[in-house]
């Protein structure tokens, strides 16, 4: 089943970015997902293929995870 992803919404990842932060942001939405580091800003462009299996939780943009 694919991900319903929204522009803003905030993804947890399977695997930590090099700077130790695990939640994303969704700004780009397509074949390929822009998603943004909130913890250092970087921005990352992943095919949707490839991204989908790496996402561990996803919440709306009104509901953020907690970091843990």
């Known amino acids: ?7 803003g919404d905030t993804l947890r990842l ?12 969704v700004a ?12 250092c800003g970087r921005h990352a462009l992943i095919p949707r293929s490839r991204l ?6 996803a919440a709306p943009q009104a509901a953020a995870l907690h970091e843990s």
């Open 14 to 25: 399977k695997k930590p970015h090099p700077c130790g932060g695990r939640l994303w942001t």
């Open 1 to 7: 089943m694919a991900l319903k992803l929204k522009m």
């Open 52 to 57: 989908e299996p790496q996402v561990k939780e």
């Open 28 to 39: 780009r939405l397509g074949a390929d997902i822009g998603i943004q580091c909130a913890k």
